[in-house]
């Protein structure tokens, strides 16, 4: 009884171990992401009152309705550099008393800088580089 009980284990065994079939996904290697790089020179930000911050427009043409709809825009802010290399830090952002803030829309990313309470901060007083990264997707309607 031990035996068949055995072989019968047995069997199932090797009958489970062939019947598995290994399958590879290769991912889809066409990045659609995209990452832009701009300046905000330090006497291009402009005082919007209704918004009670200062402002500067980054013009993106790369930023379509696809991306507005469907995908993600990261935005990167850097007031300097370590070893000639740019330090990003992502937007939100408070640096210094400003708290930085953005909206996107088809062509263009608007950076705000105000302080935490929602007054105007003051701008940058130098340059700042800017990164933006729009990450693309396809809608899921699951």
């Known amino acids: 009884m031990k035996k068949s009980l055995l072989f019968l284990i047995a069997v199932v065994f090797v009958a489970a171990i062939s019947s598995c079939k290994k399958t590879y996904v290769t991912p889809d290697s066409t990045n659609t992401n995209t990452t832009v790089f701009r300046t905000i020179k330090a006497n291009a930000w402009v005082l919007d009152q209704a918004e009670g911050a200062y402002k500067a427009e980054l013009s993106v043409p790369q930023l379509d309705q696809q991306y507005n709809d469907n995908g993600a825009i990261l935005v990167y802010i850097s007031y300097g550099s370590v070893s000639n290399a740019p330090v990003y830090e992502q937007i939100p952002e ?12 088809d062509g263009k990313v608007v950076i ?3 302080t935490p309470g929602g007054n105007p901060a003051t701008p940058p007083n130098q340059d700042v580089l800017i990164k933006i990264v729009l990450i693309d997707s396809n809608k899921s309607n699951g």
């Open 112 to 114: 705000f800088s105000q």
């Open 94 to 105: 408070v640096y210094q008393g400003a708290s930085f803030s953005f909206y996107h829309t």
